[in-house]
């Protein structure tokens, strides 16, 4: 029997979902973004008997699609779908409806719930790649990270789970580089013991600390948002740092990408008072795009003529919120 997993690319939770599941059922596995889902899922291999599918949240556009994808593989094999993104209680029947095994909680972070569906088949040190993303994605509070966290000393998991954040960062433009670390960790390999990660991780360290310089001079302030266009592959950073370089309540990072997108990444603090995932889907679609995700972390792509439009959009919105 071979399992295939497909987990997503661009963060340190999707690639310790994809390396728990490699560690618990072996097998093979893709990384993936959530544009690219539903071709990934026509492309498994022949050989699988059965798949799982982590940390890829589907959006309104596609999401009839994904579930005639689900629906068709369930029919062929046992398939397990683990997420953490917004879904709505219909959304999610309509998952349980094709037969597939759904893992969803909005409460942890995808890495968890892979954990903690795999864990009779997971070695002791699986414990920590469930809590590197966690942290990374914001979401050590929950109970389960909680009671994980403290069993452990903090400073080793953040030590470790900001260098393979970094390290990513730095070379996601290369598939190579997140498939490498995904075989890594599923050997339980710290990320401190996998070649160069460590300077990786101070390389891209040093990038942050000059993008919070570059954000200040190139952001631009619009209402309770600010926003700015980079070449970054961690965009998720950008935003971030839009938060406090303009004590805003939304930070919007964008990048244009061939075909005439822009893709976003949106992060937001908890004085917005909207919930990212579900508006950014919405207002997405309104302008020719998807997108989805948390409460307040949350990604979108949109034609790149679209951008002024999903900007006013956001704010339009917060000022009602």
Excluded: W
Aim: hydrophobic content about 40%; overall charge negative.
């Amino acid at each position: 029997m071979a399992h295939h997993c497909i987990s997503h690319i661009k963060d340190v939770d999707g690639l310790s979902s994809a390396a728990l599941v490699l560690a618990a059922q072996g097998g093979t596995f893709r990384l993936t973004d959530y544009d690219d889902l539903l071709r990934e899922i026509d492309a498994i291999p022949a050989a699988a008997t059965s798949v799982t599918l982590c940390d890829l949240g589907t959006n309104a556009s596609n999401f009839p699609e994904f579930v005639a994808r689900l629906a068709a593989l369930a029919k062929r094999m046992p398939v397990t779908y683990i997420d953490h993104h917004y879904l709505t209680e219909e959304a999610k029947q309509q998952i349980v409806k094709t037969g597939v095994d759904i893992r969803h909680d909005v409460r942890d972070c995808a890495s968890m719930l892979t954990y903690l569906t795999y864990k009779e088949s997971l070695p002791e040190g699986a414990r920590l790649l469930a809590l590197y993303g966690a942290v990374t994605d914001y979401m050590d509070t929950s109970a389960n990270a909680s009671q994980l966290m403290e069993t452990f000393d903090r400073q080793f998991v953040l030590l470790e789970c900001t260098m393979l954040a970094y390290a990513l960062a730095k070379n996601g433009r290369d598939y190579a580089y997140p498939e490498m670390l995904v075989e890594e960790l599923s050997l339980m390999k710290a990320p401190h013991s996998i070649d160069n990660v460590g300077q990786e991780a101070l390389e891209q360290a040093e990038v942050v600390r000059n993008l919070a310089d570059e954000v200040r001079s190139k952001g631009t302030r619009l209402g309770k948002l600010a926003y700015m266009k980079t070449s970054e592959s961690a965009t998720g950073n950008v935003a971030k740092l839009l938060l406090g370089a303009f004590g805003v309540t939304l930070g919007v990072a964008y990048k244009e990408k061939a075909g005439g997108v822009a893709e976003f990444s949106l992060r937001s603090t908890s004085q917005s008072g909207i919930h990212l995932g579900k508006e950014i889907g919405m207002i997405s679609q309104k302008h020719g795009g998807s997108g989805g995700g948390h409460d307040k972390a949350a990604g979108c792509s949109v034609p790149a003529s679209e951008v002024q439009g999903l900007l006013r959009d956001l704010e339009a919105r917060l000022e009602a919120a």
